[in-house]
């Protein structure tokens, strides 16, 4: 990588948490986020980030934020071969010597001097940047704080800090006359530091290509953008999770689409039970179908075309989660058939989708009697209590069986 293969990231809550000083700023998403409530400042202080070099000349900076127009935010950047620093003594005159790190680390100390002792050691400040050169930095140690101003509710979000080190330019690959008088900090290093920039971001983009196509790891956008170019439809009833799951198996599901076996597999993803598909050569093949064709014709079809999906009813809910599950089927079934879904619940009604074992069981033997509270209607309710005769009467019939 053009430009060195070393560097600090900071993208995880527990790697901004890691020795350092934090006020006014949380944690969303392993994101670091300042939000104007108080009036304060969001103040970050970073560690040490040691080269394990003496005499290192940093390469790059590089933020990744998400900043309303409103907002703004200052850094602060300080590099040497030794912790130790002279700053002038609080309370005294004079000057004291001190270790940055154990000073950073003292809560004895307030914030604000914490920050003013980034401009008391000859600190560079930067406003508002998001790509800097460290070619002034030198020194095994580099330290940051990183000081966020808004007075707006929408939040400063932080996603990434990223620092490279040793320098490494385009100077570098060049014939050695082009070398000979560059300096560190010479004109030709960091013109052809604007170039190395674009290029190094294009190799870094190339470098996690894979993992944005990664549907386990992609992000929440590309996820979406991934599900419309593998023909997804509605990829915003799936849910993220789910969705995941379904562009993993999408080629195979792809291959097989407008079969019962697809219609299955996306149902079941969906909703987590697998469905009962009943299709017309089903229903016509059963021995009762010519004594009974009113009645299964009422139920299943009449014609080549209608297929019946069967699920309980903890799966369909409402009738929202019916109509978004009858799209998801309607978009992998073949176009000119017809899905009849049906809810099965757990009461008996006659000449209706009612199935032994399925919603329908037999536990002990009860009385059947007519509901009287819905007079107009065919229910059937298993009563409380049954009578001595009754229960005689059911249990003889079972022993002769």
């Not at 599900?227 to 789910?242: C, F, Q, T």
Request: hydrophobic fraction near 40%; aromatic fraction near 12%; glycine fraction near 4%.
């Amino acid at each position: 990588m053009a430009s060195g293969a070393i560097y600090f990231i900071l993208n995880r809550e527990s790697d901004w948490k890691d020795k350092s000083i934090l006020k006014n700023l949380n944690f969303e998403n392993d994101n670091l986020t300042f939000r104007s409530r108080s009036g304060e400042n969001g103040v970050y202080i970073s560690k040490s980030f040691d080269s394990l070099q003496r005499g290192t000349t940093w390469h790059r900076l590089r933020l990744d934020v998400t900043l309303p127009s409103s907002a703004s935010y200052k850094l602060k950047i300080y590099a040497s071969d030794t912790p130790e620093i002279v700053i002038p003594s609080f309370g005294a005159a004079g000057k004291s010597k001190v270790d940055i790190n154990e000073y950073i680390k003292d809560d004895s100390i307030a914030i604000g001097r914490k920050i003013d002792m980034f401009d008391l050691i000859g600190a560079k400040s930067f406003d508002t940047p998001t790509d800097i050169l460290l070619y002034d930095f030198k020194g095994r140690y580099l330290w940051m704080c990183l000081e966020i101003i808004s007075y707006v509710e929408d939040p400063v979000i932080i996603k990434s800090v990223k620092i490279e080190f040793p320098q490494v330019t385009f100077v570098d690959y060049l014939p050695e006359i082009y070398r000979k008088e560059a300096g560190e900090n010479s004109f030709l290093s960091r013109f052809l530091g604007i170039f190395q920039s674009v290029y190094v971001d294009l190799e870094d983009q190339i470098d996690v290509m894979p993992l944005k196509f990664d549907p386990d790891r992609t992000t929440k956008d590309f996820l979406n953008w991934m599900a419309d170019w593998l023909s997804v439809k509605d990829p915003s009833m799936w849910g993220e999770k789910r969705l995941r799951k379904l562009v993993k198996e999408s080629v195979s599901i792809y291959k097989m689409k407008g079969t019962r076996r697809a219609i299955s597999r996306v149902v079941e993803e969906y909703v987590g039970v697998e469905p009962i598909i009943v299709e017309q050569f089903d229903v016509k093949d059963n021995m009762c179908y010519y004594k009974q064709k009113d009645l299964i014709e009422n139920l299943f079809g009449d014609n080549g075309y209608i297929f019946t999906v069967m699920l309980p009813e903890s799966c369909v809910k409402d009738t929202e989660s019916y109509i978004e599950l009858l799209r998801v089927i309607n978009n992998i079934k073949p176009v000119d058939s017809i899905c009849n879904l049906v809810v099965l619940n757990d009461q008996i009604y006659l000449d209706n989708h009612c199935y032994m074992g399925i919603n329908s069981f037999i536990t002990k033997n009860q009385d059947l009697v007519l509901d009287k509270t819905q007079r107009d209607t065919n229910n059937l309710v298993i009563s409380e209590e049954m009578d001595k005769r009754s229960a005689e009467y059911f249990a003889d019939i079972f022993e002769e069986e």
